[in-house]
């Protein structure tokens, strides 16, 4: 899948999934019950549009292995250089990344992370963010520079009207582990499927082997319509007054 896609799938599976999860410990601010005392058991509308901001982000790190990505070329050479060294550790292109492992194992750093060290939290927010603009083509077309002001602009927005609402992040890693097998999910709708149960090699094509072909006419002017109504009748459901 391209990466607009996988993206808005991320964004539907948060806004889906999330609020089942509210109750769990894992989403749980601490910081609320020391100032409140009462524990938090949901998540607040502004979290769950910044979760599922963040998981859009998260959506385009399995593909981290591939130099010519979104997310390889979203911070030029830095993550070029990076998506070059994770390709040569993985085994190249949907390897290692694209599994059920990487998705826990990033899923449950991120969640250390937050609750570990705040400016590592806040960067990783701030990276997801500027990962979720670029995938859904925010920017001005055929202008690489400006594109990334906009993105380094609007990123830098969310994330301060993020903080000024006193969004909490005990949900970070759970957004970015759903994100990761999201992405996993969607690859194995397509032909080439993925190594879901790394380090086994065999590849999982789902479902009954649809084969959808990335970037063709099916996923840009059918999927992605079909993903943005999606999204946009999760936010009203989810938002609307009881």
């Not at 910044?50 to 990505?69: E, N, T, W, Y």
């Not at 750093?109 to 925010?138: E, K, Q, S």
């Not at 080439?192 to 990335?214: D, N, Q, S, Y």
Request: proline share 5%; charged share 10%; with cysteine.
């Amino acid at each position: 899948m391209m990466g607009h896609s996988h993206a808005m799938t991320g964004a539907i599976a948060w806004l889906g999934l999330a609020p089942a999860f509210a109750a769990l410990p894992l989403l749980n601010e601490s910081s609320r019950f020391i100032e409140t005392g009462i524990m938090a058991s949901a998540l607040t509308p502004s979290e769950l549009i910044a979760g599922a901001i963040v998981c859009a982000g998260a959506a385009m790190l399995p593909d981290l292995d591939h130099p010519s990505a979104t997310i390889a070329q979203t911070f030029g050479p830095v993550t070029w250089a990076l998506s070059k060294f994770v390709a040569w550790i993985s085994g190249g292109h949907r390897g290692m990344t694209h599994s059920l492992v990487f998705a826990v194992a990033i899923g449950f750093g991120a969640h250390w992370l937050a609750n570990t060290y705040p400016i590592g939290r806040d960067i990783m927010v701030v990276l997801l963010i500027g990962l979720a603009l670029r995938a859904i083509g925010i920017g001005i077309p055929g202008k690489k520079a400006g594109s990334a002001m906009i993105n380094i602009g609007l990123t830098a927005g969310l994330f301060v009207v993020f903080m000024s609402l006193g969004v909490g992040y005990a949900w970070l890693g759970l957004a970015v582990g759903i994100g990761c097998f999201t992405h996993v999910v969607g690859d194995c709708m397509t032909e080439r499927g993925c190594p879901v149960l790394w380090p086994l090699a065999v590849r999982w094509v789902l479902p009954w082997k649809i084969g959808i072909k990335t970037g063709k006419t099916f996923e840009q002017k059918i999927l992605a319509p079909i993903l943005s109504v999606a999204i946009i009748g999760l936010l009203f459901w989810r938002l609307a007054p009881v």
